[in-house]
């Protein structure tokens, strides 16, 4: 338990430094060392926790990774396009709230070692 407590630190880390300087959430989430880190201690350890109710928590991270990649990249597409600019913008910062929101409510299950849905 204390290894998923750390990969939701790492991931809030990497989140936090995208409010804290010009750079979105999204992306600070994505590229931050930290983020990378916690996505390759989750691929790693992911075994280990395999039929527990801790497997949820490790899903929930990654998903919530390569979800926020999906919607950077769409946004991305989006921004390079004259009619999609103001989406683009649009898109990541609400797929910034979406991964606030995801670190938040997945950490507050750990806390109460409640499994998430699938």
Do not use: C
């Not at 959430?25 to 801790?54: C, D, H, Q």
């Not at 979800?67 to 989406?87: C, I, K, N, R, S």
């Amino acid at each position: 338990m204390t290894l998923t407590h750390v990969m939701y630190a790492l991931h809030a880390f990497s989140a936090l430094t995208g409010m804290l300087t010009p750079a979105l959430v999204v992306t600070a989430f994505l590229t931050g060392w930290p983020s990378i880190i916690a996505v390759i201690i989750n691929y790693v350890k992911r075994s280990e926790v395999r039929g527990t109710w801790l497997d949820a928590h490790f899903a929930w991270q990654l998903r919530t990774f390569w979800f926020a990649l999906l919607w950077l990249a769409v946004g991305g597409v989006l921004f390079a396009t004259v009619v999609g600019l103001v989406l683009g913008v649009v898109l990541w910062i609400a797929a910034g709230v979406w991964v606030v929101y995801r670190l938040v409510r997945g950490w507050l299950a750990l806390g109460s070692r409640q499994p998430l849905p699938r």
